[in-house]
């Protein structure tokens, strides 16, 4: 079956999808830079209140397996170094699976979230799940190391 008079009807629709995976590059970096925000601020109000942060793990936060002192150390420490590579894009499948794993952690770990911030928690890790599936995007700096063998 000839289906080449459909080409002119298609012409508008591939224009349209090739401008928009020109734009996925920056909803890329767009979404590291946000999440990567996100949690390295989320870190840095932990480390400048450790006697307090100690006292969420402890109480508020049920982290399951961990100590709660361990917990804090590990999930503070996840959401000041993991960010910082998921902006720069170097190791950024790594840093947004174990963002996801932090995000996933504050979520089961806290007994009673409001909607509003399980919301937020949902839309994070859409994003983190998305940069692990597709990677941070050609505006990375992994685009700058030789590609890894595979053999």
């Known amino acids: 079956m000839n289906l080449a008079w459909l080409d002119p009807l298609l012409a508008p629709w591939r224009l349209l999808v090739r401008g928009l995976e020109h734009l996925q590059p ?3 970096l767009a979404a590291r830079l946000y999440v990567g925000q996100v949690f390295f601020l989320s870190g840095l ?9 100690l006292t969420l793990f402890t109480e508020d936060y049920h ?5 709660p002192a361990l917990a804090a150390v590990m999930g503070t420490a996840g959401e000041l170094v993991l960010p910082v590579l998921l902006v720069l894009g170097l190791g950024g499948r790594f840093a947004a699976l174990g963002l996801s794993v932090v995000n996933l952690m504050a979520v089961l770990s806290l007994a009673d979230i409001a ?16 940069l692990v599936l597709w990677g941070p995007g050609a505006w990375s700096l ?5 590609p890894v063998s595979r053999g």
């Open 115 to 130: 909607p509003q911030a399980l919301q937020q928690h949902v839309f994070w890790g859409s994003l983190l799940i998305a």
């Open 26 to 28: 920056l909803a890329q």
């Open 63 to 67: 982290v399951p397996l961990l100590p």
């Open 45 to 53: 109000t932990k480390i400048n209140d450790w006697d307090t942060t």
């Open 142 to 146: 992994e685009r700058l190391l030789p």
